[in-house]
Every structure is written in C-alpha cells, then in structure tokens.
C-alpha cells in the first residue's frame, strides 16, 4: 500500500492474504469508523500433484489433478487493508464459497460492487461488498476456468447505467455429437475457443486420445473439419483441447492447454440481463 503516490510501499494484509493469487485489489470511496473499506478478490491456492518423476498428475479429461491448500474468495477490510475477512466463508450473508476471477467497482454508485465467482458465476453488492446477490442467469455455463469483468466508462443512454462486460474464459469443449471413426468432421459445444490451425486433443482417457489440426470452423452450427479421419469412435460428451505445438515436449506430454474467450457479454441494466457481442 502507497500513501505518497507509489514513492514509498509497505506490505498490508500479509496475514490474511498470504499465498493466495490475488486477481483484484479495489480500494473503495466508502469509509467505516473513518477508515478506508477495501475489497481484495482471490483464487484458491493449490497444489499441483505429481508423479515420482515430477510429471503432473491428470484425469481422464487430461485436467490437472490438484488439491486446495487455502481457498480465495472475497475479502474485505475496514480498517484500510491492515486486516482482511474472508467474507465467501460466512454461514449467513457475504458471497458464496469459491474462487473469484475478478471484481470490479460500479462508476454508478460507490457501493456498488460486480464479482466473477468460478463455478457461480457473477454476484453484485450494493452495499458495499457486505452482502452479494446473483445477477441474472447468464448466457454461458459456469464452468468457465476465468471470468473477465469491465465496465464502460460512460453512462448506456438507454438505460442510464455503466455497461459490464463479461469474457468467461475455457480451456475445453465437448463434443455435442457421436464421433465414427474414419470422420473427419465433430461437433463442438464451444466453437468460439478454436481457431482454424489449432493442434487440438480429442481425449478418450488419460492414456487415449488422438491429435490433429483444425482445417475449417463452422461457429454457428459448431461443427469443426480436421486434417484427417478419426481413428477410433468418440462419444458425445468426450473433451476436445487445444495446444500449441511448441507445448509438445519430450514423450509427446503437452505441458499447457490453451484457454480462449467463449465470447463477450454485455449488459446494460446492472446484470439484469446480458447479450453476446458480435
């Protein structure tokens, strides 16, 4: 924390905060007892399980296989950031438990507050980050690995609002059809995280899956053209990823999936509702 425009920093909320990754620090305009309220958003810190030789651990979905060592959420603080409570761990009132992407302050009104909560998606506060309550149900699954949260900067005329905009971010899709082998198009749930070129995994299990490259993408009808045909049959429901070709290393283990936007959403009447951006 800087008091004298960043010349000078001391450390704040080291107890309360220690470890966690921090995604969101708002210091806000209201005051309790003559301090300063801020509001601090945090995912889970956890750690990567590995085999014997160092290799991360994955599932069947070829997700890593972790465990929560301290959960993140929404804390918040009055006495300026000296100390932090977790307010996702309350029995009554506060946010729901789980990891927050994101928080962002309403121009609008200074206690007005928007969360990405992974796994439930975006809560708001009107008073002052005491209470969270669910915007409108949203447009997109709530499964998103991130959710990215803004706001305009100037008032929507139609509704005299701030705009919010959401981007939920996805390391994975599903196909939506059976796959036969020897096909050489599927059907995706999530067409928008692929790009044509990608090297993409259709993932059977942990130790069956097939790699090709993405030769054309049809977003409205989700259906996506490979290099080559399948060479085994793929259920509906089974993952499709996509990496980089320079993830690929040694054994042919891909280090790091890509993650994309789904898509944009927008809304202008406070989260009552929310429309996709071309």
Same mark, same amino acid.
């Given at each position: 924390?800087?008091?004298?425009?960043?010349?000078?920093?001391?450390?704040?909320?080291?107890?309360?905060?220690? *470890?966690?990754?921090?995604?969101?620090?708002?210091?806000? =305009?209201?005051?309790? #007892?003559?301090?300063?309220?801020?509001?601090? =958003?945090?995912?889970?810190?956890?750690?990567?399980?590995?085999?014997?030789?160092?290799?991360?651990?994955?599932?069947?979905e070829?997700?890593?296989?972790?465990e929560?060592?301290?959960e993140?959420?929404?804390?918040?603080?009055?006495? *300026?950031?000296?100390s932090? #409570?977790?307010?996702?761990?309350?029995i009554?009132g506060g946010?729901?438990?789980?990891?927050?992407?994101?928080?962002?302050?309403?121009?609008?009104n200074?206690?007005?507050f928007?969360?990405?909560?992974?796994?439930?998606?975006?809560?708001r506060?009107?008073?002052?980050?005491?209470?969270?309550?669910?915007?409108?149900?949203?447009?997109?699954?709530d499964?998103?690995?991130?959710?990215?949260?803004?706001?305009?900067?100037?008032?929507?005329?139609?509704?005299?609002h701030?705009?919010?905009?959401?981007?939920?971010?996805?390391?994975? =899709?599903?196909?939506?059809?059976?796959?036969?082998?020897?096909?050489?198009?599927?059907?995706?749930?999530?067409?928008?995280?692929?790009?044509?070129?990608?090297?993409?995994?259709?993932?059977?299990s942990? #130790?069956?899956?097939?790699?090709?490259?993405?030769?054309?993408?049809?977003?409205?009808?989700?259906?996506v053209?490979?290099?080559?045909?399948?060479?085994t049959?793929?259920?509906?429901?089974?993952?499709?990823?996509?990496?980089?070709?320079? =993830?690929i290393?040694i054994?042919?283990?891909?280090?790091?999936?890509?993650?994309?936007?789904?898509?944009?959403?927008?809304?202008?009447?406070?989260?009552?509702?929310?429309t996709?951006?071309?």
């Open positions: 924390k800087s008091e004298n425009g960043g010349d000078i920093w001391t450390l704040t909320g080291a107890r309360d905060l220690a *470890g966690l990754p921090i995604t969101s620090v708002v210091p806000t =305009a209201l005051t309790e #007892e003559g301090k300063q309220i801020v509001l601090v =958003a945090a995912l889970d810190k956890i750690m990567v399980n590995r085999s014997s030789n160092g290799d991360e651990i994955r599932d069947d070829l997700s890593i296989d972790s929560v060592l301290r993140g959420g929404i804390f918040r603080s009055v006495d *300026g950031g000296v932090f #409570e977790n307010i996702s761990e309350q009554f946010a729901p438990d789980g990891p927050v992407s994101d928080l962002i302050k309403d121009p609008e200074r206690s007005y928007y969360a990405a909560i992974l796994g439930e998606g975006i809560y506060t009107i008073n002052g980050g005491v209470d969270w309550s669910p915007v409108a149900e949203l447009p997109f699954e499964d998103a690995i991130r959710i990215e949260l803004s706001i305009s900067p100037t008032i929507d005329p139609g509704t005299d701030f705009a919010v905009y959401a981007a939920p971010i996805y390391d994975f =899709a599903r196909l939506t059809a059976d796959a036969a082998a020897g096909a050489m198009k599927i059907k995706v749930d999530r067409p928008q995280i692929f790009e044509k070129g990608d090297r993409i995994r259709l993932i059977e942990s #130790e069956s899956f097939e790699t090709h490259t993405i030769r054309e993408i049809d977003r409205t009808t989700g259906e053209t490979l290099d080559s045909g399948l060479g049959d793929f259920d509906s429901g089974k993952v499709v990823r996509t990496f980089s070709v320079e =993830a290393h054994g042919d283990v891909v280090k790091n999936y890509n993650s994309r936007a789904l898509s944009v959403f927008r809304s202008s009447n406070a989260g009552t509702s929310w996709v951006m071309d």
